[in-house]
């Protein structure tokens, strides 16, 4: 946990030295009781429910043990976390941190919680369309590139980056954040390799990447497909179950993000080529911190603004780092993210070895 602990560390420490905004919010406040709402958007993706609800409510509680800390998650429908944003209004939130299922739609209800003077926290994708306290997040568009890069190198490694194309398997299109991976991505390939389908796809659905996925094998043949870039882990499992009922022997470089289990396990098998470790820990953390003293009446400086087109916010933008067969050992299990024994299952043991890892 070396990694993790240095890293929230340094965090807490941009809150104490740094200065975007700093002083006091003219928020209603909880005193030394708040109760703060936690929205997060979805559960196919297994972040969530793993790793950032239970880290953020650890952390909360260890700061303010008489917090409360309301919990919603909207299951990727917007109409539901509108309704689950009011409830946490009307259940008294001092505080809410959201991650919207559309963060391009969220500005009426953000706007509704000013208006009662609660403070509002984005975290993990940016909220357009209204300015708010703060965005918690990764810088979205170099993860985007590090994949991009990392899928090159792979190609560039097999000897295939100029023998055919590349699918892009990208996020849904209701995600800000979706359309910075894609960006950072496009930086890293455009003009390197030939992009020749491309899909956003709703929900970050993995059956709907896997039906993508057929679609561009139909329409360009299998022999054409040398490489594809898919925005995160779960649509990452649908490729691959695409590529193996189109018949593939050897699997072309693929990418993904999350570093979800069952995605480690893929790379010490080959299946997937990478993935992006981010320190949910750290984000998950910092949202805590910064909403316990936002309902404290506090708010801390950040050392960083984003701009979401209709204010700077101040932010927290943590780094992400890519994860292969050659370094997992060093990051994720280094981290204590997963132990040896949760990704060393039977079905895995061999590759479990020939990676240095039993």
Sequence with gaps: MRRILLITAAAAAFVLAAGCSSGTVDAKSGGDNPTIALLLPESKTTRYEAFDRPLFEAKTEQLCASCRVLYFNADQDAAKQQGQFESALTQGADVIVLDAVNADAVAPQVNQAKQKKIPVIAYDRLISGIGYEYYVSFDNVKVGRVQGEALLAELTKRGTADKGQVVMINGAPTDPSAGDYKQG??????????????????????????????????????????????????????????????????????????????????????????????????????????????????????????????????????????????????????????????????????????????
């Design 185 to 358: 991505a496009h930086q890293a390939l455009d003009g390197k390799v030939k992009v020749a389908r491309e899909f956003d796809t709703p929900d970050w659905s993995p059956d709907k990447a896997q039906q993508e996925m057929e679609q561009a094998i139909t329409a360009l043949g299998k022999d054409a497909i040398v490489g594809v870039y898919s925005a995160n882990d779960g649509m990452a499992s649908g490729v691959i179950a695409a590529l193996k009922r189109a018949g593939y022997a050897t699997l072309p470089p693929l990418t993904g993000q999350d570093g979800e289990l069952t995605a480690v396990q893929r790379i010490l098998t080959g299946e997937q080529t990478m993935t992006i470790y981010l320190n949910y820990r750290a984000q998950a953390e910092q949202a805590a911190e910064l909403a316990v003293a936002l309902g404290k009446g506090e708010k801390p400086p950040a050392p960083a603004t984003t701009d979401n087109g209709s204010a700077k916010v101040p932010s927290f933008l943590l780094d992400a780092i890519a994860v292969s067969k050659d370094n997992l050992k060093d990051t994720i299990v280094k981290d204590g993210l997963y132990s040896v024994a949760e990704i060393c299952t039977p079905d895995v043991a061999a590759a479990c070895q020939a990676a240095g890892l039993k």
